[in-house]
């Protein structure tokens, strides 16, 4: 997806012009996959700029870094005021924000012990990330990466090389988003996102293990059973998922995502569902600000 410049980039400690941010070549998680990001958004609310959730998405960026052993230089209250200055300087109204740590230049071979540490944020205008509508998703060949074989629930980068793979093949099949299935045949979650159904009036998710818990995840959580509706963290089967009343997907990007189709499969009326209705609503006004029960979870950049 093209995205609109803007003009600086928080990176290492100072504000550089975006086209200065740059790496070397030969910056180690370049070649070998072992920096750590994560993705936030922000919002033009009534009362201005709000960024959603900024102290957790930080804390989660902290988690994963030190999953790869990076140990970010600032502190997290440092990158939070970071965040912020940086959508001051930048005067963007609502979008996206990168914050990045990675092992950078001049150390080569596997073991990244001793390469200097950087951190960057960068941030955009970013409008819808999947559909407005609704969405085909497809069960792709790939299964989430073991959570034997990495920290699966840190966002690190390499990790992406297994979405990125899985993404390539649904595209090419005619579908806007990858399912992945766990190592026990299970679902998991989408690419970048993670996956709710809605059966019998319940909602329904896939347990923490195979799965990125997002915040968004959190939040259509918290939010449901603030709604009244029965929520539960369960095993879902591929075949529960295809005579499900409803389907969505959740995620920072994706914000809340119907879905109309899995694997040539209809989802209930191929429309979209009373519950992912009342719960998009529900979650677009908390970011958008206009809920005052949900206040916390709000960074306004001007105070
Ligand atoms: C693999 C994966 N699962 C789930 C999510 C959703 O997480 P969040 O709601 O925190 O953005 C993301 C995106 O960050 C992701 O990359």
Not at 30 to 40: E, K, L, N, S, T
Not at 133 to 141: A, F, G, L, V
Request: glycine fraction near 8%; charge should be positive.
């Amino acid at each position: 997806m093209k995205l609109k410049p803007t003009k600086y980039v928080w990176m290492d400690g100072k504000f550089v012009k975006w086209q200065k941010a740059t790496i070397h070549l030969i910056t180690h998680t370049f070649h070998y996959g072992a920096g750590v990001f994560d993705g936030v958004r922000f919002y033009d609310t009534p009362k201005g700029t709000a960024i959603y959730r900024l102290a957790d998405h930080t804390k989660r960026l902290f988690y994963s870094a030190k999953a790869v052993g990076i140990k970010i230089p600032y502190s997290e209250k440092q990158i939070n005021e970071a965040v912020v200055e940086l959508l001051k300087k930048n005067k963007v109204k609502s979008g996206y924000i990168r914050p990045i740590a990675w092992y950078g230049e001049g150390h080569m071979g596997v073991n990244p012990i001793g390469a200097p540490i950087n951190v960057a944020v960068a941030c955009w205008p970013w409008g819808v990330y999947l559909a407005q509508e609704s969405i085909k998703i497809m069960t792709s060949s790939f299964i989430r990466i073991h959570p034997k074989s990495t920290v699966s629930d840190a966002k690190i980068i390499g990790h992406y090389a297994n979405s990125i793979q899985a993404v390539l093949e649904v595209k090419k099949a005619g579908y806007d988003e990858a399912l992945f299935l766990d190592y026990k045949g299970n679902v998991a979650e989408g690419a970048a996102e993670n996956i709710f159904m809605v059966k019998k009036g319940e909602l329904i998710t896939p347990p923490k293990g195979s799965i990125m818990p997002g915040i968004t995840r959190d939040s259509v959580m918290k939010l449901a059973k603030d709604l009244s509706y029965q929520v539960a963290e369960k095993t879902i089967k591929l075949k529960d998922l295809y005579t499900a009343d409803e389907v969505f997907l959740t995620g920072t990007a994706a914000e809340v995502v119907p879905v109309r189709m899995v694997d040539k499969k209809t989802i209930g009326k191929g429309q979209v569902g009373p519950v992912t209705k009342a719960l998009h609503a529900a979650f677009m006004d908390i970011v958008a600000g206009k809920n005052p029960k949900y206040r916390k979870w709000l960074t306004y950049v001007n105070g």
